[in-house]
């Protein structure tokens, strides 16, 4: 992963509106930021049950992440929704020079007793890759990147998805996770110096699709 997540447990729970089978996450301004070029304008808001991030980046890169251990062979599925304002004008996002995305979701599953013994999936919205595809993070061979949502003909627009984290891992990794130990949200534009902004809410980890 070019930009690497280690820093301390934050573990706090908030029990929000959730069917029995799903497993909450604190609310994101429980999360903790980490930057690594510059530093992002992270917002947060409210509207009953929801809690809402909203991330911009302007030549910078920061990354907001909660460390908790989740159960996904209980919880396999991951629930999200996303908007972003816009894509990025690049013509190939696959390099280091242009590894760049207005939204970005990470999980990661630890190998090892080590904080580099990971391996990590990140679902992106693209700026131009098809949907469904995939290609190795130009950094690391730990991280495999997804395209969730494409270009812009839904930008601005909230977009929900739903993945089997645990399907996931093994059919990227060859390996069946129990557990993951972290996930992370990350917009950036620290590589191509552009700016875009990302909204995400209704994250949470459930025993099945609803």
Not at 31 to 56: M, P
Not at 84 to 96: A, C, F, G, H
Not at 115 to 120: C, D, G, K, N, V
Request: charged letters at 20%; a positive charge; aromatic letters at 12%.
């Amino acid at each position: 992963m070019k930009k690497r997540l280690s820093t301390p447990l934050s573990s706090l729970l908030c029990f929000i509106a959730l069917p029995a089978f799903a497993a909450p996450l604190a609310p994101f301004n429980q999360w903790a930021q980490q930057d690594f070029v510059g530093k992002n304008t992270i917002s947060f808001s409210r509207e009953g049950a929801d809690h809402q991030v909203d991330i911009f980046s302007n030549k910078t890169a920061s990354a907001l992440y909660l460390e908790k251990e989740i159960n996904i062979v209980n919880t396999p599925i991951l629930h999200w929704s996303w908007k972003i304002s816009n894509v990025l004008n690049i013509s190939d996002e696959t390099t280091k020079k242009t590894d760049d995305f207005p939204a970005r979701i990470y999980v990661l599953a630890a190998t090892g007793p080590f904080p580099w013994q990971t391996q990590t999936l990140a679902y992106t919205w693209s700026n131009h890759q098809r949907t469904k595809t995939h290609w190795p993070n130009p950094y690391t061979d730990k991280v495999v990147m997804i395209a969730i949502d494409s270009g812009a003909q839904k930008q601005g627009t909230w977009q929900q998805h739903s993945r089997n984290i645990q399907q996931d891992f093994e059919k990227y990794f060859g390996k069946k996770h129990k557990t993951i130990k972290a996930i992370a949200l990350m917009s950036d534009t620290d590589n191509t110096g552009l700016q875009t902004s990302a909204s995400y809410r209704q994250i949470y980890f459930s025993s099945s699709r609803p």
